[in-house]
């Protein structure tokens, strides 16, 4: 043998023991990683100090970084949070792929290649998992789509990830978007939709063609839950695509087998106008409670106690939720939620408060289908109610507003805020293709608005147009709770339109040939008396004008000072002399006529005073055939200031504030 050959046999032998030497070390590092891995408690504040060990002993092993990533992920509150959590998953997902991936595709050949590959199997899984919620908080569904893609592609034969249902959620939660905005897409909501289908029945065969050889393997029982997992997104999907007797089957299978969402059963039943089912399942007790994301019951519960009228207790609940989360994620939205309850207590300043706080965070839609783009469109059209109501308010306050320079230029600045807060609204609405679902149609389970907010963006539009699809609805729409609903919006865009003889048909229709439930929907109540009041004053049929402001006081009597009305009520004032005087003198500045008719309602007011410049006021409030409807606690009012006197008096006839 030549010296060169000689050399050359005796350098690979050596690279080839050198190669052993350093296999050997890496198993036994990779060893020692596993078994000190046992023994690390993932939310011990140390954790990411012996991550970071892992990584050193090994760079190229997984662990270490899945370690890392997982830490990060279960301490993430906001979208940084879940951004940074997911370098190091990608790191983790990367290197176990790249060394385990035979393995995975053998994961199902036999059960001893199931038992023994179970650890990376079980990684790998928890990888996903994290990384598919860290893409959906930071709005990254097309990275989503391509990791579940490449775990469909091992097509393991029992899915523990529930793929199905993940591809489904994509495809509706991104439904308004196309393949022009991400490569899975359809090009229309109805086809995202028949994908997001498409994608659970497809999931739902597997099972079934899987099912005997994976019931051998891990018992007969081990597809139910697998099943109950699709069905839940199938619930939310037949919802959103009104095909209700699906979405009731669906349900009482998710609470047959107890993994039943009761808030989402409760958006379902909201939708098909079910009102008091609706807040029994909204209720934040029916429902489990997470840190760090919103909690939807807080969000929509307060909509529904402001259906109701009860908008004192829908004020407490969103304030008490706001001072137990502080600014986590879901502040933004319980202020949204805090800004509706105030509005129709008719605290306006409060309400404008609470839009302006969340209007100044930065949300993250964490664990709903709840988007940036609804949160920014439920504040601006928030606004709009609320400056609605503002220059109404003004208005009331002040007789002959109009011969006033300042309450003029007062009105005049308030209406320059609604034109732009409005025209920000019709912008939004314009381009949204999901408009016809998600506002036309008045109740939605995934919608963000109420019905009756929905009448502020549309008024003031083509009144014809919505006259012709209110009709529609009213001829097709499967819902019979909800009928009235159009109806109601039918009549106020005839009497826009200035139909008053076809209004007054709808209207009478709407009074004598409706069912109500009359404890949960008195809004809607309010809002038919608030209109029938309207019409009959064009009408110049004053005794059922009266009627009607007396029905609509008595419904919900927050409405009644915003609802552009001649308020006529009777005022009666006992207590010292001087101070009723002044109290007479401040309230004959609105515009309500003080009439002393028997059949008004009346307001009654006591007053005390002991200096002449401060009063001790109480304040009860009766309909026209002696009911009292509600009264004040104490409270007092500064003589010197008839703006502020007349305000807080105003306040107390109609039921404001506390």
């Known amino acids: 043998m030549s010296t060169f050959k000689r050399i050359f046999c005796l350098y690979v032998a050596t690279l080839l023991c050198f190669h052993s030497m350093t296999k050997a070390q890496t198993f036994d590092t990779r060893r020692t990683i596993d078994q000190q891995r046992t023994m690390v408690d993932i939310n011990s504040d140390s954790v990411l100090s012996t991550a970071r060990e892992f990584i050193r002993m090994d760079s190229n092993y997984y662990v270490g970084y899945l370690i890392e990533g997982q830490y990060m992920y279960n ?8 951004l940074y959590a997911i370098e190091p998953l990608i790191k983790a997902k990367n290197r176990l792929l790249k060394e385990f991936s035979e393995a995975l595709n053998n994961q199902y ?4 290649s199931f038992s023994e590959n179970m650890q990376r199997y079980q990684d790998y899984m928890l990888l996903c998992n994290n990384l598919s919620e860290c893409y959906n908080n930071t709005d990254q569904p097309d990275k989503n789509m391509r990791m579940i893609e490449q775990l469909d592609s091992f097509n393991f034969r029992k899915d523990y990830f529930d793929i199905a249902g993940h591809k489904a959620w994509i495809f509706h939660r991104y439904r308004t978007f196309t393949s022009k905005d991400y490569y899975f897409l359809k090009n229309s909501i109805a086809e995202n939709e028949r994908a997001a289908l498409t994608s659970c029945f497809n999931g739902l065969e597997k099972i079934q063609e899987n099912k005997d050889v994976n019931d051998s393997w891990f018992g007969p029982s081990q597809s139910v839950m697998d099943q109950l997992t699709i069905y839940h997104y199938l619930a939310l999907l037949t919802t959103y695509n009104k095909q209700y007797d699906s979405s009731n089957f669906y349900y009482q299978e998710l609470e047959k087998g107890g993994i039943i969402s009761w808030n989402n059963f409760g958006g379902l039943q909201l939708e098909v106008g079910n009102f008091s089912l609706a807040a029994q399942y909204y209720s934040p007790d029916m429902n489990p409670q997470f840190e760090h994301m919103l909690q939807e019951p807080y969000y929509y519960c307060p909509e529904v106690l402001v259906f109701k009228g009860s908008t004192k207790e829908a004020i407490n609940m969103t304030k008490g939720i706001i001072q137990q989360n502080k600014s986590m994620p879901g502040f933004g939205w319980y202020n949204i939620a805090l800004a509706r ?18 209007e100044k965070f930065q949300e993250v839609s964490i664990g709903t289908t709840l988007t940036q783009k609804q949160y920014k469109f439920t504040i601006q059209v928030l606004k709009v109610a609320q400056l609605n109501r503002a220059i109404a308010w003004e208005k009331l306050n ?3 507003w109009w011969y006033s320079p300042t309450h003029l230029w007062n009105i005049l600045k308030l209406k320059i805020q609604r034109f732009f807060a409005k025209y920000i609204v019709s912008n939004t609405l314009k381009h949204d293709p999901d408009r016809e679902r998600m506002v ?57 339109n200035g139909d008053k003889k076809d209004a007054q048909a709808t209207i009478e229709d709407l009074v004598h040939n409706s069912q109500f439930d009359p404890e949960n929907e008195k809004l809607f109540i309010g809002r038919l008396y608030e209109v029938a009041a309207q019409l009959y004053e064009q009408k110049g049929q004053k005794d059922n004008a009266l009627f009607y402001q007396n029905e609509l006081l008595k419904a919900y009597p927050q409405l009644t000072p915003f609802a552009g009305l001649n308020l006529k009520m009777k005022l009666q004032i006992s207590g010292d002399q001087s101070a009723a005087d002044k109290i007479k003198t401040a309230l004959e500045k609105t515009q309500i006529d003080w009439e002393n008719q028997d059949d008004l309602a009346t307001v009654n007011i006591s007053v005390q005073s002991s200096d002449g410049k401060k009063a001790q006021v109480l304040v009860d409030v009766k309909a026209k055939d002696g009911t009292r409807l509600y009264d004040s606690e104490p409270f007092s009012v500064d003589l010197s200031d008839n703006t502020a006197m007349s305000n807080i008096l105003l306040q107390k006839c109609f039921k404001i504030g506390d």
């Open 75 to 82: 301490h993430a509150s906001d979208y940084q949070g879940f």
């Open 109 to 112: 050949l036999s059960l001893a």
């Open 341 to 358: 309850s105030y509005l129709y207590d008719g605290q306006l300043d409060s309400s404008s408060l609470a839009l302006q706080k969340a």
């Open 398 to 400: 002040h007789k002959n």
């Open 440 to 496: 036309y149609d008045l109740f939605c389970s995934e919608s963000t608005i109420s019905f009756d907010e929905i009448w502020d963006i549309l008024q003031g539009f083509n009144d014809k147009f919505f006259i012709k699809k209110y009709d529609n609805y009213i001829a097709h729409d499967p819902r019979s709770n909800i009928i009235k609903y159009f109806k109601l919006f039918k009549a106020k865009f005839q009497l826009e």
